[in-house]
C-alpha cells in the first residue's frame, strides 16, 4: 500500500522541483493527499503562502512588510524568502519604519486602544483570547507601537486594506510565522 502512494508522490516532488518558473515556486507537494498549509483549519487565504526568489538587502531571519504588494515577506537564506499574504491599514491607516518583535503570543487577549474605541465606541472594551477574537490565533506585537502582526478569523480581508495599521494573516499563516520567528527579530515596513 505505501508503494501504491509513494511512487506518485516522488514523481510529483521531482516535477515539482525541476519545473521552472512560478509553478515550482508555488508548489506545495503537501496538499497532494492534505495536511497542507489550510488543511486543519477553515478558511484558506486567498493568497498562498509560497517561497521565491528575493533579491533585497535585508539579512536571513528579517521580516519585511511591503504595504503597496499586500505581502509580507520572511527572508531565507541563498536569495529567497516566504511569501504571505496580508491584510493591511486602510488610507490613512498605513506607515512605515523599522522596528523588532517585542512580543509574541499564543491566542491573545485584546483590548482596543483609547484611538480606536474614540473611532468606534461599540467595541468592547477587552475581549479573551479565542477563534471569535479580532487577533486570531498568534500576535506578534511591534516595538512601542501599537501595531501588531496578527491572525484573523476573516481569510477573505488578506489581500485588502482594511485594518486600523496592525497587519492580518490567516491563521494558518500567523501561525507558521510565529513559529520561525523570535523576539527581537527585525521588521521592516515598506510604505511606498
Given at each position: 500500500?505505501?508503494?501504491?502512494?509513494?511512487?506518485?508522490?516522488?514523481?510529483?516532488?521531482?516535477?515539482?522541483?525541476?519545473?521552472?518558473?512560478?509553478?515550482?515556486?508555488?508548489?506545495?507537494?503537501?496538499?497532494?493527499?492534505?495536511?497542507?498549509?489550510?488543511?486543519?483549519?477553515?478558511?484558506?487565504?486567498?493568497?498562498?503562502?509560497?517561497?521565491?526568489?528575493?533579491?533585497?538587502?535585508?539579512?536571513?531571519?528579517?521580516?519585511?512588510?511591503?504595504?503597496?504588494?499586500?505581502?509580507?515577506?520572511?527572508?531565507?537564506?541563498?536569495?529567497?524568502?516566504?511569501?504571505?499574504?496580508?491584510?493591511?491599514?486602510?488610507?490613512?491607516?498605513?506607515?512605515?519604519?523599522v522596528?523588532?518583535?517585542?512580543?509574541?503570543?499564543?491566542?491573545p487577549?485584546?483590548?482596543?486602544?483609547?484611538?480606536?474605541?474614540?473611532?468606534?465606541?461599540?467595541?468592547?472594551?477587552?475581549?479573551?483570547?479565542?477563534?471569535?477574537?479580532?487577533?486570531?490565533?498568534?500576535?506578534?506585537?511591534l516595538?512601542?507601537?501599537?501595531?501588531?502582526?496578527?491572525?484573523?478569523?476573516e481569510?477573505?480581508?488578506?489581500?485588502?486594506?482594511?485594518?486600523?495599521?496592525?497587519?492580518?494573516?490567516?491563521?494558518?499563516?500567523?501561525?507558521?510565522?510565529?513559529?520561525?520567528?523570535?523576539?527581537?527579530?527585525?521588521?521592516?515596513?515598506?510604505?511606498?
Amino acid at each position: 500500500m505505501i508503494r501504491f502512494f509513494a511512487a506518485p508522490i516522488a514523481a510529483i516532488a521531482l516535477l515539482s522541483a525541476t519545473a521552472g518558473g512560478a509553478f515550482a515556486e508555488e508548489f506545495d507537494t503537501r496538499d497532494i493527499m492534505g495536511g497542507g498549509p489550510n488543511f486543519f483549519r477553515g478558511g484558506s487565504s486567498p493568497v498562498p503562502r509560497t517561497t521565491v526568489m528575493y533579491n533585497g538587502k535585508y539579512a536571513p531571519g528579517t521580516i519585511v512588510v511591503n504595504t503597496s504588494e499586500r505581502r509580507l515577506y520572511l527572508v531565507l537564506q541563498n536569495g529567497q524568502a516566504l511569501r504571505y499574504g496580508i491584510g493591511v491599514g486602510r488610507d490613512g491607516f498605513r506607515w512605515g519604519g523599522v522596528h523588532r518583535i517585542t512580543a509574541k503570543k499564543e491566542w491573545p487577549g485584546w483590548t482596543p486602544p483609547s484611538q480606536m474605541l474614540a473611532r468606534r465606541p461599540d467595541l468592547p472594551r477587552h475581549m479573551k483570547g479565542g477563534i471569535e477574537n479580532p487577533l486570531g490565533a498568534r500576535a506578534m506585537y511591534l516595538g512601542s507601537t501599537l501595531y501588531r502582526i496578527h491572525g484573523s478569523n476573516e481569510p477573505e480581508t488578506i489581500g485588502q486594506a482594511v485594518s486600523s495599521g496592525c497587519f492580518r494573516m490567516t491563521n494558518d499563516d500567523v501561525s507558521d510565522l510565529y513559529g520561525r520567528v523570535g523576539v527581537g527579530t527585525t521588521v521592516v515596513v515598506l510604505n511606498n
